[in-house]
């Protein structure tokens, strides 16, 4: 008898499994697919109306819900940033998405990120091929996502606790950077650490101000050409006494 209701109770725990995991996978299917209706509505500010297939299968593969708090599962695949702490947010589902699409990642690419976060938008490159070098200066956070990262079977992200704004010299040069928090302006290190016909993805603003999403394209001169793509909310790029740089 002990047996059998030991059997029973390892089947129920396993079909509440199986129906969590089907109910993500649920989640995030409607999430891709309110990403791709989003992409249509925005593509005359973005001039992207469809996003790249491969940014779309990264977007349906990692499991999101597995970086935010625990009280913000139910909400993982909402269309909306999250608070994870520290006064740091997971920006939404399709500003993750463009951001990632106008970076034209291929595998293989070296790529910079900075301001690590949770680590989901880190994941989404990992999952695009490339090779991420990712720079958080909080160290609770930076310590977290590299544990989470690590523990999701992502090897090619590489974690650093440290100040984004002057990127990461010894890894450069990188065929993209990416920055998941604003800056007054854009900041010369990351420029010169993009190699020649590379793309820089920066939400550039004062906190309480307009922001804009810019597309930085370094020409191989060394000059480089920038677009506005969207306007934007970021929370911002700050120095270690929490100062906007």
Known sequence: ????????????????????????????????EEIAAIARIAGMDTGRSALAAPVMAAMAKVPRHEFVPAASKRNAYANRPLSIGAGQTISQPFIVALMSDLM??????????????????AAVLAELGAVVYTIEIIEPLAQEAQARLSRLGYGKVFTR???????????????????????????????????????????????????????????????????????????????????QQ
Do not use: N
């Open 1 to 32: 008898m002990a047996a059998l209701i030991g059997g029973l109770a390892m089947a129920m725990e396993g079909d509440l499994q199986a129906q969590m995991r089907d109910g993500f996978e649920s989640q995030r299917k409607s999430m891709v």
């Open 104 to 121: 034209q990642i291929k595998p293989g690419d070296k790529v910079l990120e900075v301001g690590t976060g949770s680590g989901y938008q």
């Open 161 to 243: 606790v440290g100040d984004g704004y002057q990127g990461w010299p010894e890894q450069a040069p990188f065929e993209a950077i990416m920055l998941t928090a604003a800056p007054r302006e854009v900041p010369q290190p990351l420029i010169d650490q993009l190699k020649p016909g590379g793309r820089l993805v920066v939400p550039i603003g004062e906190l309480d101000g307009v922001q804009s999403l810019l597309l930085i394209e370094k020409r191989a001169d060394g000059t480089h050409a920038r677009r506005k793509v969207l306007a934007v909310r970021f929370v911002p790029l700050t120095d270690k006494a929490g100062r």
